[in-house]
T-cell receptor
Framework: EAEVAQSPRYKITEKSQAVAFWCDPISGHATLYWYRQILGQGPELLVQFQDESVVDDSQLPKDRFSAERLKGVDSTLKIQPAELGDSAMYLC????????????FGPGTRLTVT | TQLLEQSPQFLSIQEGENLTVYCNSSSVFSSLQWYRQEPGEGPVLLVTVVTGGEVKKLKRLTFQFGDARKDSSLHITAAQPGDTGLYLCAGSAGGYQKVTFGTGTKLQVIP
C-alpha cells in the first residue's frame, strides 16, 4: 500500500540552528501539505502545494520557515533559525486532486529544540 | 477564518459503552473528513462525507454530515480499547480544497 514518507522521524536541535524535514508524497498526488501539531491539538496548516506551486502559505512564519517542492514531487520544509517554540510534530500529507480534501499523512517528524 | 469546534475535548469511558463526538462550525464545507491519530503517529483517514445529511458506517463507527454541511458527528458503538486515540474532524472548502482541522477529541477506552 502506498504511503507518505517523512524523514527524519525524530530531530533534536539547539536553538538558532537550522533544521530541515523531507517528505515524499504518494505517487500521483498533486497536492502536498505541511502541518505543525502541538501535542493533543489539531494540526495547523503551514503550507499547501498544488504541484510545484504554493497555493496557501498564509500561516507560514516566513521570517524563519521556508518550503519548496521544486519538481512537484517531494518537498522540503526548513527552519532557520530554530526557536524553542518550534518544538512540535511536523506532519506532511498528500491528496489526489478531486478527492474532496481526503488526505494521507506521513508518520511525522518530532522536533525538539533545546 | 473557518473554525471547527469539537466536543467533548476529552472522553474516558469503559469498554462496551457508546459515545458520540461532535464537530461544529458556522461555515459551510464542501466535504468533511474524520481521522484517528495514535501517539507519535500521523492521522489516519477514517471517512469522507460530501453530501448534506449523509450517513456512513464503518464497522462500529457511524459518521453523519449535517444537512447544512456545517457540522458532523461520530458515534462509536460498544467502544473497545483499540478505539483509544485522538479523533480529528477536518473540513474542506474552496477551489484548492483548503482544509481546516478541528480542535480534537482525546478518547480513552478503559478495559
Amino acid at each position: 500500500e502506498a504511503e507518505v514518507a517523512q524523514s527524519p522521524r525524530y530531530k533534536i536541535t539547539e536553538k538558532s540552528q537550522a533544521v530541515a524535514f523531507w517528505c515524499d508524497p504518494i505517487s500521483g498526488h498533486a497536492t502536498l501539505y505541511w502541518y505543525r501539531q502541538i501535542l493533543g491539538q489539531g494540526p495547523e496548516l503551514l503550507v499547501q502545494f498544488q504541484d510545484e506551486s504554493v497555493v496557501d502559505d498564509s500561516q507560514l512564519p516566513k521570517d524563519r520557515f521556508s518550503a519548496e517542492r521544486l519538481k512537484g514531487v517531494d518537498s522540503t520544509l526548513k527552519i532557520q533559525p530554530a526557536e524553542l517554540g518550534d518544538s512540535a510534530m511536523y506532519l506532511c500529507a498528500s491528496s489526489f486532486a478531486g478527492t474532496s480534501g481526503s488526505q494521507y499523512f506521513g508518520p511525522g517528524t518530532r522536533l525538539t529544540v533545546t | 477564518t473557518q473554525l471547527l469546534e469539537q466536543s467533548p475535548q476529552f472522553l474516558s469511558i469503559q469498554e462496551g459503552e457508546n459515545l458520540t463526538v461532535y464537530c461544529n462550525s458556522s461555515s459551510v464545507f464542501s466535504s468533511l473528513q474524520w481521522y484517528r491519530q495514535e501517539p507519535g503517529e500521523g492521522p489516519v483517514l477514517l471517512v469522507t462525507v460530501v453530501t448534506g445529511g449523509e450517513v456512513k458506517k464503518l464497522k462500529r463507527l457511524t459518521f453523519q454530515f449535517g444537512d447544512a454541511r456545517k457540522d458532523s458527528s461520530l458515534h462509536i458503538t460498544a467502544a473497545q480499547p483499540g478505539d483509544t486515540g485522538l479523533y480529528l474532524c477536518a473540513g474542506s472548502a474552496g477551489g484548492y480544497q483548503k482544509v481546516t482541522f478541528g480542535t480534537g477529541t482525546k478518547l480513552q477506552v478503559i478495559p
